[in-house]
């Protein structure tokens, strides 16, 4: 039987079948570069909370960061603050990043409110690179201090101190 | 290192065993097109399949982009590369993978107009659309996304291994009409589905704190059977080919066909596969996770005292996203298909010895059209082909085929098929435009096979 041409096509097209030059390897320099933003920690207080004291303290577990995967990519957090201080004294309010022992891992710049602000802000990035222990970010204390001593005629329950915070995870080593 | 066996697993399929059926179908009276149409006409007297090599069937189909897009060594950073991809992609773009191979095959003609087929061939079809939003927040996050709605509701999978033992009857109504019908018995080996999911994500700016991150409406299932036994991943290849003959997860369904002939040169034929379900009650594993939460942040209340207000947070998600595991026993439906062709046949007439020893004509070319659709979990997949078949001789046959679908506007395939003495075989290539590049093709197939025929 004549053997036809187009079986010579077929095998020959499967054996010689090809791509370009592809190149798998360039899968390693793939850098994830993504940012997660969540909201963090919020609050209100008035000057009766300092009725007793300068100072009031909080603080809570935070495990945004707690994977092996987050910690290895991490490259920086970034915090997000906003304020509104109705009241009429100054305030000055200080963030602690804290490991799971409660340790200080790394504090930030003291945020300091004059009184009235309704507009303030502040933002501050830290670098894993530099700061590699906030890579064991497990909570955040957050004091507040109230300039200047206050009497029980100085209380109102209409003017508040209001508090937002966010914070944002970015990623941006190689895999 | 697993990337790149995983792209190489990829490729060595593309290049190597995937096809498409659109060039098989009612090709030279193949044994193997009566699993695509069990109506067609069959004119040899018996069939048998060489065990394991009568039908090897490969699809792989990509949708979105091709894989020179992601690795062609052009000096563009592969990051671009992926984000233009990520851009590129939508939810209705998938990777589709689908694999047969005919373990046994054989079929006689147990009367003069009935003919009876048996068989038994395992399968593996799977089908990945790519949720291009969680694609996105996966490689890039929320930060520059607020307000952006990431829908859950594109996660959709489904994958099986089964094993399929089938019986078909062909029966000859008249000289104009044939009729068939093929039951089956589904043995799954492995099942995976995620479909029919809801929810959102979205982070916005918020009003108590900076931003509200929220969860709506979230209503996501997984369920499995095979994949887990007693909570162990079963990665022992041996156990889901056991699984595959009769392991526990049975189902049936049934394949029916027809071919018409209005005039000796016009020809009809349709069929409908895979109508058929498969009950899982085996190794089940199923997830699912409902609800809603919205998270504002952790509330400071200064005059509370000390409070644990991560426990807090977390003991409120897992009251409000309520996530549970169970065995229930649950019902998977094949993926049907739908084939229909008209078929025009002209040119020299050759008389042909069929299996009742009378004479038949045939023409030696013909052409015509062939609808192909296939439902999926996310909508019905459709294809379109053009043919042209001749043949050589009494037994050698071609025909080459244009096929438009999801993964590509020009598909072109190539079958060939040959009888010497009583051995049969053939081979079919698709998309053979392809070939010179696999890397920049959305679909890239072979097949072969080998039958002994008797006439």
């Known amino acids: 039987m004549k053997f036809p041409k187009s079986w010579y096509f077929f095998f020959c097209t499967i054996f010689f079948s090809c791509s370009q030059v592809l190149d798998f390897e360039q899968v390693q320099a793939y850098e994830l570069n993504a940012s997660y933003t969540v909201p963090l920690v919020y609050f209100e207080v008035a000057l009766a909370n300092f009725l007793k004291t300068e100072q009031v303290i909080e603080k809570s577990d935070v495990k945004f960061l707690n994977s092996f995967f987050i910690k290895d990519n991490l490259s920086k957090i970034e915090l997000k603050f906003e304020v509104i201080n109705e009241l009429n004294r100054d305030i000055n309010i200080q963030i602690l990043l804290l490991d799971n022992e409660d340790s200080v891992l790394y504090s930030l710049e003291t945020l300091k409110i004059a009184a009235k602000n309704l507009e303030y802000q502040y933002r501050e990035v830290v670098a894993i690179a530099v700061h590699q222990e906030v890579k064991n970010l497990a909570g955040i204390k957050i004091l507040i201090n109230l300039e200047g001593p206050i009497g029980v005629n100085d209380i109102s329950d209409t003017p508040v101190l209001r508090f937002k915070s966010g914070l944002t995870i970015h990623f941006g080593t190689a895999l | ?86 851009s590129g992609i939508s939810p209705n773009d998938n990777l589709k993978l689908n694999a047969q191979i005919e373990v046994l095959s054989a079929g006689y003609w147990r009367n003069r ?91 916005t700016l918020g009003s108590n704190n900076t931003y509200t991150s929220a969860l709506a409406k979230v209503n996501l299932n997984v369920k499995s059977s095979g994949i887990y036994e007693n909570d162990l991943l079963v990665t022992a290849p041996a156990v889901h080919l056991k699984n595959s003959f009769f392991g526990g997860n049975l189902g049936a369904g049934i394949d029916v066909g027809v071919t018409y002939h209005s005039t000796p040169q016009l020809q009809f034929s349709a069929s409908l596969l895979d109508v058929g379900f498969v009950k899982h009650a085996k190794r089940i594993k199923n997830i699912s996770a409902t609800g809603s939460f919205n998270f504002e942040g952790l509330e400071f209340e200064y005059a509370a005292g000390m409070r644990d207000y991560w426990k807090e947070l977390e003991n409120s998600f897992e009251e409000q996203v309520r996530t549970s595991e169970n065995q229930k026993s649950y019902i998977s439906w ?121 006439n």
């Not at chain 2, 790149?4 to 009276?29: C, E, G, M, P, R």
């Not at chain 2, 019908?181 to 929810?199: E, L």
């Not at chain 2, 043919?387 to 050698?396: G, L, W």
Request: net charge positive; glycine share 8%; proline share 2%.
């Open chain 2, 334 to 454: 094949r993926s049907a298909k739908l084939n229909a062709a008209i078929k025009y046949s002209y040119g020299e007439k050759r008389s042909i010895k069929c299996y009742d020893n009378s004479h038949k004509n045939v023409y030696k070319n013909a052409f015509g059209a062939q609808l192909y659709s296939i439902f999926r979990p996310l909508k019905q997949q459709f294809a379109f082909t053009g043919f042209y078949e001749t043949s050589f001789s009494d037994a050698v046959h071609a025909k080459i085929t244009y096929t438009i679908d999801d993964y590509s506007y020009a598909n072109i395939g190539l079958g060939a098929a040959a009888q010497i003495r009583n051995i049969n075989c053939y081979v079919i290539l698709d998309n053979i435009t392809k070939l010179l590049d696999v890397s920049k093709a959305n679909n890239v197939s072979l097949q072969l096979g080998f039958n002994f025929i008797f």
């Open chain 2, 113 to 203: 107009n009935t003919y009876l087929s048996v068989g038994f061939y395992q399968e593996f079809e799977a089908i990945i659309y790519f949720p291009n939003d969680l694609i996105t927040l996966g490689i890039e996050g929320n930060s520059d996304y607020l307000s952006r709605v990431f829908e859950l509701s594109q996660i959709n999978f489904k994958a099986d291994l089964l094993g399929v033992m089938h019986i078909g009857i062909s029966k000859k109504i008249n000289e104009k009409l044939t009729i068939g019908g093929r039951f089956k018995i589904y043995s799954s080996a492995m099942n995976i589905t995620s479909t029919n999911n809801t929810g959102t994500f979205t982070t």
């Open chain 2, 1 to 86: 290192m697993k990337k790149s066996l995983f792209i190489f697993t990829l490729v060595f399929i593309l290049n190597s065993n995937a096809q498409h059926k659109a060039v098989l179908y009612d090709f030279a009276s193949l044994p193997q097109t009566l699993l695509i149409n069990p109506g067609a006409e069959i004119n040899y007297k018996s069939h048998f399949g060489v065990p394991l090599t009568s039908g090897w069937y490969g699809e792989l189909g990509l949708s979105g982009f091709v894989l020179s897009d992601l690795f062609i060594a052009n000096g563009v950073d592969i990051n671009q590369k992926i984000a233009t991809i990520a």
